[in-house]
């Protein structure tokens, strides 16, 4: 169900479900992306494809940046292009994880937070913000 506006509607049980006939346009929310991909996928719906498939399209796209510097022409609308595709495949393996893309992003918004107040968004490890907000008196609670 939408409302006037063909914004998605919450459906009894807490589904949320977008209209085909949406207009194409209008912005999403990664949840309603996340919902709107499944009935385009036509795969056997194993993980494997999906992570095989984002490895792949990422491929594509760095091929596009590879290409800019080798010939000098910028294609924007191709890296586009493949970055949906690329998005598509995550959303899909997302989905797979039972993981909502929003809690993805939110997750990252908090890790890079964190890493700011920490001051450790240069450097390298997964975790090297929890450590620094160790050293300082302990982790970084919010
Ligand atoms: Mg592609």
């Known amino acids: 169900m939408a409302d006037s506006t063909g914004r998605a509607l919450t459906q009894e049980g807490g589904s949320v479900r977008t209209p085909l006939h949406r207009e194409v346009h209008q912005l999403l929310t990664f949840d309603e992306y996340q919902e709107t991909i499944r ?3 036509v ?4 993980r494997w494809y999906y992570a095989l ?5 990422v491929g594509e796209c760095v091929e596009k940046v590879k290409k800019f510097y080798r010939d000098g022409v910028e294609n924007v609308e191709a890296v586009r292009f493949e970055l949906g595709d690329a998005l598509w495949y995550l959303g ?3 989905d797979k994880y039972n993981i909502r893309l929003s809690d993805v992003a939110t997750g990252n918004v908090e890790k890079l937070t964190a890493r700011a ?3 450790t ?3 390298s490890g997964d975790e090297r913000h929890l450590a620094a907000a160790t050293d300082v008196g302990g982790p970084y609670l919010g």
């Open 39 to 41: 009935q385009f996928d």
């Open 43 to 46: 795969s056997n719906g194993e």
């Open 53 to 57: 498939g984002l490895a792949g399209e």
């Open 92 to 94: 899909r393996l997302a």
């Open 117 to 119: 107040r920490t001051n």
């Open 121 to 123: 968004l240069h450097g």
